[in-house]
């Protein structure tokens, strides 16, 4: 049983540890990549089963969406740690020569990682990635809802990984805010808008930097200049993967009413390809993580005219892939974050309509556009903000370890992957070396006379 005790040991552990240095070092951070790369692949079995008892989570979306996310995100950073590391030499002004300066990266010291249980296994694994990388200690707090992925965890970090370099904390709110009130070097949370909100308040109290990787809700914009299939299909894959319960998910389709009816035929259309007839007896569809969230979608399900789906079966914790027409901007659906499967069909007369609505919510995590028009493309870069924008496309960029992966305003702070992850684990230090052969006096006490010739130097 972890309590204030054991937490603080762990944590005095770790200090001491991040004090030898060792973690520092390159070869030594390569090597426990390697490692983690290692636990991934002696145990990737455990892991889908894990989360096919959590989530009933289907294999392939176990194996894309969580393993070899994971070890894409490894083998980048193995790939690219030389570079990272090396401190980035930059220019001084001339007057200020023979100095010479540089920006050299540091780890940050121990490093909090709290998950949300939809994606429980990379959601701590992806940024533990980036605190190895950078060189830090770590403990990790899986999501207390993903039970079995949060044990497998725990059970596996301690057989390749020594506490007082990675630790992990299963536990649910009291842990949670048990590990809170300790001081840590950075906080990454990932989870809800909410929370984050308490996260970075016990933060505040310590000065700790956090990053927030937070929910929202996701607008998909659909206008006429597309292909219809392929748009169909890609928004039917990134809303139902996971039944729904993806951060990135589009939470509700804006469509341009010309298309709309096009469109309608075409998403269910392309359910029925997916899932078949009867979804619940799909192999290829996931369940809802507990009867609270269960119960939360059901009321969600009383809003607009269901098209296609509805169906529920509580003691499966199944809810049909449902897709919601007519559906207005002030029903209660359009008011919270879906995160499951629903889909919501909104349609607009013109772009402005929907950019408005848009503007008008808070911030989200992606924004998904289907349009080949690039006046249209351009518009919407332009005139509106969230943390990523897919055009044609969903979910998928979160797979390029090139693309920092984070929100804006409510929907996060902060990013991570690939470098992102670097940076987000690394304080910039910025270093500036003069050697002692040149000592120019003008800057010294006394002043007298030096001021109209310093101005002239510094053209000022
Ligand atoms: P959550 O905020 O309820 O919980 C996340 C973590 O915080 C859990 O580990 C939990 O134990 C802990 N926690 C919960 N309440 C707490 C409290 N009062 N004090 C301290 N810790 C607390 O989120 P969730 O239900 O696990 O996940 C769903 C949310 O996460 C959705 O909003 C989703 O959009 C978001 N999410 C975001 C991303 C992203 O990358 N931006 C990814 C996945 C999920």
Redesign the pocket.
Known sequence: MINEYSIREIIKQQREYFATNQTKEIDFRRQQLVILKQLIIDYETAIIQALQADLHKPELEAVTGEIILAIKEIEFAIKNLKKWTKPKKVGVPWQLLPASAKIQPEPLGIVLI??????PFQ?VIVPLIGAIAAGNCAIL?????ATHTSKLIAELIPKYFPEEYIAVVE???E???KL?TEKFDHIF????????K??MV?AAKNLTPVTL????KNPCIVDVDIHLEHTARRIIWGKFINAGQ???APNYILVNQKIKDKLLVNLEKCLKEFYGDHPETSPDYARIINQTNFERLVNLLQDGEILIGGETKASELYIAPTIINNVSFTDPIMQE?I?GPILPIIEYTGIEEAITWINSQPKP?TLYLFSQNKNLQQKILQTTSSGAVCLNETVIHCSVPSLP???VGN??IGSYHGKASFDTFSHYKSVLKNPFWLDIKLRYAPYKGKLSILKQLLKF
């Not at 709290?114 to 994606?119: E, H, K, T, V």
């Not at 707090?141 to 809802?145: A, N």
């Not at 949370?189 to 984050?196: D, L």
């Open positions: 709290i998950g949300a249980w939809n994606y959601l707090k899986p999501s207390e809802i536990g649910g709110i842990t949670s805010q809170l949370f990932t989870g809800s808008t909410h929370v984050g308490i996260i016990a990787e937070l929910g929202g993806t951060c990135i974050e995160f995590l992966f984070g929100g929907s996060g």
